[in-house]
């Protein structure tokens, strides 16, 4: 079993919204879980949150990724660069407009 991970949106952290509740559940049943706390979650660039993701946690198989917010553009950004296979993808309240940056 990978390690599920959750991404944060603009303004996030691992401490907001459900994810610890998540991070909880998941853990009871014997998931690892990452939730990455990426840097200038204010205003956000898609190759500072590339490197931190890459350098934190390089590259696993049979992960999950779950997104939320801008963490779902990135959970696909991140499937588009890489030939490794995850396990499942799920996409909570992502972004629906243009953000006029790299992660468009």
């Known amino acids: 079993m990978g390690t599920a991970f ?3 949106g603009i303004g996030g952290s691992p401490s907001e919204n459900w994810f610890p509740s998540l991070r909880k559940d998941l853990e009871l049943k014997g998931q690892r879980v990452e939730i990455p706390s ?3 979650t204010n ?4 190759s500072l949150w590339r ?4 350098c934190t ?3 696993e198989e049979k ?3 779950i997104g939320h917010s801008l963490g ?3 959970a696909l950004r991140l499937l588009e660069e890489t030939d490794t296979p995850i396990e ?3 996409l909570v309240a992502g972004v629906y407009k243009a953000m006029g940056n790299a992660f468009d």
């Open 51 to 54: 490197e931190y993701y890459q």
């Open 72 to 74: 779902a553009t990135f």
């Open 57 to 59: 946690y390089g590259k």
């Open 38 to 40: 990426f840097p200038n």
């Open 63 to 65: 992960s999950a990724f």
């Open 6 to 8: 959750i991404f944060h």
């Open 88 to 90: 499942k993808l799920i």
């Open 43 to 46: 205003t956000p660039t898609l």
